[in-house]
């Protein structure tokens, strides 16, 4: 098989993204996870955007850490009621991801990002394990 050059494996990482439906209106929009650039030889970046009110960055940093995955640099900007990431991946031993990889864990950060995460109620507060266990799910 021969070697796929940059722009083969870029085409084929963009095919497998859902497409972007960013407005420019002041509502947030659904979560979305997109590839800005793939890196050989040095850190990949996906773009995380989230609306504003759900703090998903938490639920970002498991699904990569649940990937094996580390973050070399992040970038996080709000936007029209959304707050924008823009993380910087590379493999835990510090190598660049393969595009399958990427690809991999822009599914598991989109994945994450739109799982509900429990609502936790006052009475909860009062009750450390219904809230570490609240916490451990989410």
Do not use: Y
Request: charged letters at 25%.
């Amino acid at each position: 098989m021969a070697p796929m050059t940059s722009k083969l494996v870029w085409d084929r990482l963009r095919a497998d993204q859902e497409p972007a439906s960013h407005s420019s209106s002041v509502e947030s929009s659904p979560p979305s996870v997109r590839i800005v650039k793939f890196v050989v030889g040095g850190a990949s970046v996906l773009e995380v955007r989230t609306p504003m009110k759900e703090n998903a960055m938490l639920d970002a940093f498991r699904a990569l850490r649940g990937e094996g995955l580390q973050l070399a640099k992040t970038e996080v900007r709000p936007l029209n009621g959304d707050v924008v990431q823009r993380l910087h991946l590379l493999e835990n031993d510090g190598a660049s991801l393969t595009p399958k990889r990427l690809s991999a864990a822009r599914r598991a950060v989109l994945a994450a990002c739109r799982a509900r995460r429990p609502k936790l109620s006052s009475d909860d507060v009062a009750t450390p394990v219904r809230v570490a266990a609240a916490l451990a799910c989410a």
